[in-house]
Every structure is written in structure tokens, then in C-alpha cells.
């Protein structure tokens, strides 16, 4: 009675899993295209008046390639792909403001971004996306005192992680 309860669970157990397996489309491994091995990322051309964003976010992007990819960054030149955009927006919106004073106490901060994935053996463009925008809050009230920076970076970083996400193979 035992031996058969413990094969039942251990049947139940194991069950999910070679379904899983059978269907090949569940994987503890990474999901992005391991076929690919070099990835570049010029600097975004910016088409806002805030200088240096391009500049962000092409060392966020590539840090998230490096944390999250099997893939090895590389010059336009030699890469097999390329992740190539532009900053198309950079927009401030007050969320609060004090009541007696008027002054902003929270402010969001918005980046978006046009970007394309070629593959450049074949020119096909692997993934495209236009309007991809990240928004993040700061707190520019007296005492907190949060620059304008601080929003940015964490939209940038935001970007960053989704942009490669997007890069994933399709599930």
C-alpha cells in the first residue's frame, strides 16, 4: 500500500513535468537565441533637448546584454546583430503638489524610445518597436530634494531591462 502511494505521488510529481518537456516550449535555460553569439549597440541618436540620455542608455543596455544574454557585445562592424534606436521623447508631468505653498512634491519623468533588432548577416529585422516608453517618480520637494537625474536614471534603467526582454525568443 505504501510503495503504491509513493509511486502515485512520485507519478504525479513527474507528470507536469515531461509534458513540459515534450511540448519543448518551457526551459530552465535561457530563452533568448543562442544561435546568436555578438550583439552591438551604438549610442541612440536623441532627438530631445535632454543631453546625455543617449549616453545612459547605451551603458544600461549594455550591462542588461551582459547580466542577461548569452551574447557578446561587439563593434557594428563584426556584430552579428544590431540594436539600433532613437530617443524620441523626454516629458515631465507634476503627480502632487504642496497645499500651501504650490510647489511640486512629486514629479514622473518620461523617456520613450523607437528601436530596432537586425540581424545584419540577413538585413531581416528581428524585432521593432516604436513609442516604448519607461516613466519613473521623483521627489523634488524640499527636505527630499530628488534631482531631475534620479528620474531619469531609473526610466533609462527601466528601458534597459525592457528592451531586452523584448529581444527574448518567442514563447
Known amino acids: 500500500m505504501m510503495t503504491r502511494l509513493l509511486s502515485l505521488l ?87 503638489q504642496a497645499p500651501r505653498t504650490g510647489l511640486v512634491q512629486e514629479q514622473t519623468v518620461q523617456i520613450t524610445i523607437n528601436f530596432e533588432w537586425r540581424d545584419n548577416r540577413t538585413g531581416k529585422i528581428l524585432v521593432a518597436r516604436n513609442g516604448f516608453a519607461a516613466t519613473s517618480t521623483f521627489v523634488p520637494q524640499r527636505g527630499v530634494g530628488e534631482r531631475i537625474e534620479h528620474g531619469q536614471r531609473e526610466a533609462i534603467e527601466e528601458l534597459a531591462r525592457d528592451v531586452i526582454s523584448q529581444l527574448r525568443q518567442s514563447w
Do not use: M
Not at 504525479?12 to 544561435?35: E, K, V
Not at 540594436?83 to 502632487?96: D, E, F, K, P, R
Open 10 to 96: 512520485i507519478l504525479i510529481t513527474l507528470l507536469p513535468l515531461s509534458a513540459c518537456s515534450s511540448t519543448g516550449r518551457y526551459t530552465t535555460g535561457t530563452n533568448f537565441d543562442d544561435s546568436i553569439k555578438t550583439i552591438a549597440v551604438p549610442i541612440f541618436q536623441n532627438d530631445t533637448l535632454q543631453r546625455g540620455l543617449e549616453i545612459q542608455l547605451a551603458e544600461s543596455l549594455n550591462k542588461q546584454i551582459r547580466a542577461r544574454t548569452p551574447w557578446t557585445l561587439s563593434k557594428s562592424d563584426r556584430a552579428e546583430t544590431s540594436l539600433v534606436g532613437v530617443i524620441t521623447s523626454h516629458s515631465l508631468a507634476q503627480l502632487s
